[in-house]
């Protein structure tokens, strides 16, 4: 070799990681399909609820009571997760939602369904999603090299489904009504779990013999040893509360009122398609600093907020929709690489349960205080001031040097 020259890379260093293994693929077609699924599902109850005369409360019923056990049992299913590997805790999830839904489908499928039984069935429905929930964050990083990658490919395809899921369901349910959106649900999971089980990638079991508060006491000490995570935990909590839940049911009350529920529903899958561009962003980019970058992205976030409560024209809500859904999409990717990365094995389920617990019971408490916040505040000052707390949690994250200058594993 000449003095001076630079070795050239081979083929195989200059390559990317390889994605697209089997079991990969496997995963991949397992998460798009119960995604699919997912979005059938507040379609179907409505289709069955407010069919049957029970009123659009019965709706928030139960879809309140599957949200609450799926926060309330999330925690025990990351320590299932750990105890059992996350693969088989999905397998097991998979198999109680498919038949629960299945009951679901036969009881509307009945014609006159119980509310209380519906509700009873909704919850054990949250109890497999929180099973299965845990695993997903350490199954990633164990079946691909390419961590960062993987999550982008998987929020778009997620956001895809989102959107077809509820188009899909509204045209099954002018066919043949609640019970037969309930039985194509059921198959997704059928189908999530034969691809789960198809996988040849297994995580051992954890050894030891200890208790269950021992295993959530370990996790919650690996959780506090952090200060970037529990630094984005909290400050997400309150992002949560004050941003994202209230602005859902605000922004289906303001832009029904305002326009019709055609553009709501157009606007609904505008934002699905930020959601779609910011993973495909998210495949390109690989910020040294991610959660600096991450955080930095949510002040797109602001814009979606912003163009609600000035009450924008509807092509102007629509570009502010599709920016705020990539931005948070951005986010959601970066923020589960670092996660996936940053933490141990053994106590990724754990803390990832941790992590999705406070999210979504602060999310859970923001859609139900947004009405009674609209009343005393109004819904557009409610809204600027989710702006202005949408620009504070951004400088809060990058004003903690621990969140700031948290760098990319193998930066």
Same mark, same amino acid.
């Given at each position: 070799?000449?003095?001076?020259t630079?070795?050239?890379p081979?083929?195989q260093e200059?390559?990317?990681p390889?994605?697209w293994?089997r079991?990969?693929?496997?995963f991949?077609?397992?998460r798009?399909?119960?995604r699919?699924g997912?979005?059938?599902v507040?379609v179907?109850?409505?289709?069955g609820l407010?069919g049957?005369g ?12 599957w949200t609450a056990c ?5 925690l025990?299913?990351g320590?299932?997760a ?10 097991i999830?998979?198999v109680m939602?498919?038949?629960v839904?299945?009951l679901?489908?036969?009881v509307?499928?009945?014609?006159d369904p119980s509310?209380a039984?519906?509700c009873a069935l909704s919850a054990l429905n ?6 299965f929930?845990p695993?997903?964050a350490s199954t990633i990083?164990?079946?691909t090299?390419?961590?960062q990658?993987a999550?982008a490919?998987v929020?778009v395809?997620e956001?895809l489904? #989102?959107? =077809?899921? /509820?188009a899909?369901? %509204?045209?099954?349910?002018?066919? &043949? *009504? $609640?019970?037969?959106l ?10 999530s779990?034969?691809s ?6 297994t995580?051992?079991?954890r ?5 269950f508060v ?6 919650w000490?690996e959780?506090?040893a952090?200060?970037?995570?529990w630094g ?6 309150v992002?949560s509360l004050?941003?994202?839940?209230p602005m859902?049911?605000l922004?289906a009350?303001?832009?029904t009122?305002?326009?019709?529920s ?5 606007l609904m ?8 561009a910011?993973?495909l962003l ?8 991610p959660?600096?970058a991450?955080?930095v992205?949510?002040l797109?976030v602001?814009?979606?907020v912003?163009?609600l409560? #000035?009450g =924008?024209? /509807?092509?102007?809500l %629509?570009?502010?929709?599709?920016? &705020? *859904? $990539?931005?948070?999409a951005f986010w959601v ?5 670092v ?8 106590v ?6 941790y ?9 859970a ?5 947004a009405?009674?916040?609209a009343?005393?505040?109004g ?5 600027l001031g989710a702006?202005v707390?949408?620009?504070?949690v951004?400088a809060?994250l990058?004003?903690?040097p621990?969140i ?6 193998g930066?």
């Amino acid at each position: 070799m000449a003095v001076g020259t630079t070795p050239r890379p081979t083929a195989q260093e200059a390559a990317p990681p390889r994605l697209w293994s089997r079991d990969f693929r496997l995963f991949f077609t397992a998460r798009t399909i119960s995604r699919f699924g997912d979005g059938m599902v507040p379609v179907a109850l409505a289709a069955g609820l407010v069919g049957a005369g029970r009123g659009a409360s019965a709706v928030s019923f139960a879809l309140g009571a599957w949200t609450a056990c799926f926060a309330g049992f999330v925690l025990f299913g990351g320590v299932l997760a750990d105890r059992l590997s996350a693969r088989r805790a999905m397998i097991i999830a998979d198999v109680m939602r498919l038949a629960v839904t299945a009951l679901l489908a036969l009881v509307f499928a009945g014609g006159d369904p119980s509310l209380a039984l519906v509700c009873a069935l909704s919850a054990l429905n949250g109890v497999g999603a929180a099973l299965f929930q845990p695993g997903i964050a350490s199954t990633i990083p164990t079946i691909t090299p390419d961590v960062q990658r993987a999550n982008a490919v998987v929020r778009v395809s997620e956001s895809l489904m #989102v959107m =077809a899921g /509820p188009a899909v369901a %509204g045209i099954l349910a002018g066919i &043949g *009504g $609640a019970g037969v959106l309930f039985s194509v649900d059921a198959a997704t999971f059928g189908l999530s779990g034969l691809s789960l089980f198809l996988m040849r990638h297994t995580v051992a079991p954890r050894a030891g013999e200890q208790s269950f508060v021992t295993d959530l006491v370990e996790g919650w000490r690996e959780f506090r040893a952090r200060t970037w995570l529990w630094g984005v935990i909290a400050v997400w909590t309150v992002y949560s509360l004050v941003v994202l839940g209230p602005m859902l049911p605000l922004q289906a009350v303001l832009i029904t009122e305002a326009h019709d529920s055609t553009v709501f529903g157009l606007l609904m899958a505008v934002q699905g398609a930020g959601n779609a561009a910011g993973g495909l962003l998210a495949l390109r980019i690989r910020p040294r600093r991610p959660l600096a970058a991450g955080g930095v992205a949510l002040l797109g976030v602001c814009a979606n907020v912003a163009a609600l409560a #000035v009450g =924008a024209p /509807p092509w102007l809500l %629509g570009a502010a929709f599709f920016v &705020g *859904g $990539a931005a948070l999409a951005f986010w959601v990717v970066m923020w589960s690489t670092v996660i996936q990365t940053h933490i141990p094995p053994g106590v990724l389920n754990r803390i990832h349960a941790y992590e999705v617990a406070g999210s979504v019971a602060m999310l859970a408490a923001g859609r139900a205080l947004a009405g009674p916040g609209a009343q005393w505040l109004g819904s557009r000052d409610l809204l600027l001031g989710a702006t202005v707390v949408n620009v504070a949690v951004v400088a809060v994250l990058l004003a903690v040097p621990a969140i700031r200058r948290l760098e990319r594993v193998g930066a």
